[in-house]
């Protein structure tokens, strides 16, 4: 018990390895002059100033950092004395977000871990963090974060690295690993599993053997994280371009079914559809096209819903109201995990809702179709399908060319379609509205 209290103690006063300008590969050339000068100003009024976390950890690298991220001794309230531009944010614990225009700096009071405060109940029954919210010095804002990678902290007195936690070595050996006792980090805040999984694919890094290795014994613990949250996770997993890598890595550690329950049952067919759909969402990312949550879910889904319309309807054709009630039945049971907000379901429902009508289209709904605002999305689904099936491939072609096509085409091509029986001609509409995806 003594030995392990000392151990304990001592490896929360670590010694800084403090890596000079000469020694290190951080070039100030690579950081915006925004953030160079909210670091400045800080400096010239006395206080600490550091880059800290993700902008640090991108530039050595060698990546183009999403933002800048500034931590000081300076309390909020010397920030908004420090800085005109500044606006206050957060209840629990307050951030100093500075404008330039469009462009924020988050600056950030020197926190401590939690353990350190007094008279509150800090941590839920199985050790999740509650409250985080008390100032420290940089050495308790080093440990209290999560990866080694991420506590790397760029001096702007003296433009030195400070790393508390063998960061450095890590980035060299491209190693991801976590600040102290895997299993406790893991139970304090068990997003971390998602983050381990997020930077290991975003920036191609090995888990460290010891950070892997609780992986699948704290993914018990999901649950217990709002399903918000895992949400927002979910987004950075999976919308921000390397979703092929990242669901790679999420079926490894069987995390996808902590997320998604009932991809628990996914075939490998199954995959190779989702894979196909998230390179094309990985590449939409990359040429800075719109990509939507409620299409992403579409596809995630898609397979369980068909597993759910089966199991709850038996053999298809379906009508209306019996998918929707498949649907309900599965996003409520997703929503448990994960809290899809309802504009993005009513998206994918769409989507899904719009698959046999595309397929089965009749003369005078054509242009109805057309105009429907989901349907650029659900054209872009079938036609994701036709890659798997040659029929579906052929609806998507019509598809594609009746939206094309000139008037004189498509007249051409509703002559072919089927009518409905009892119908009346549809009137084409005047405006034709389409949403991207
Ligand atoms: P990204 O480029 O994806 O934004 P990031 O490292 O900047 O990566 P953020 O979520 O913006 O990630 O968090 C900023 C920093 O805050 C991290 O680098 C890390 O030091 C700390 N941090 C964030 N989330 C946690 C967490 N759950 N536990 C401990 N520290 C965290
Ligand atoms: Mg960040």
Known sequence: MLKKLFARKQNKNPKAHIIPRAEHTFSRQRVSKNALTVLYRLNNAGFQAYLVGGCVRDILLNITPKDFDVATD????ELRRLFRNCRLIGRRFRLAHIYFGRDIIEVATFRTEPSKMKFMKHQSESGRILRDNVYGDITSDALRRDFTINALYYNIADFSIVDYCKGIDDIESRTLTLIGDPVTRYRED?????????????????????????IKSSLKLLPEVPS???????????????????MKKLREYGIHAALLPPSKHYTEQDWAFIEQGLANTDSRIKSRQTTSPGFLFALLLWPGYLAYCQKLLGDPPYHYGQKHEAMDKLLQDVNKALAIPKRFTLMSRSIWDLQDRLLNVKKHQAFRLLSHPSFRAAYDFLELRGQFDKELKQSAQ??????????????????????AKGRRRQRKPRAQQDENV
Not at 74 to 77: I, K, N, V, W
Not at 193 to 200: T, Y
Not at 229 to 242: A, F, N, V
């Open 74 to 77: 300076a309390t909020p309230e």
């Open 190 to 214: 068990p997003v971390r599993i998602l983050r381990a999984i997020r930077f290991s694919a975003k920036l191609d890094l090995d888990i460290s053997a010891a950070t892997a290795k609780p």
């Open 228 to 246: 918000s949250r895992i949400y927002e996770e979910s987004l950075k997993l999976l919308l921000t371009g390397h979703s092929i890598a990242t």
């Open 398 to 419: 019509w598809w594609h060319r009746f939206q094309n096509g000139s008037d004189e085409q498509q007249d051409d091509m509703l002559e072919e379609l089927p009518k």
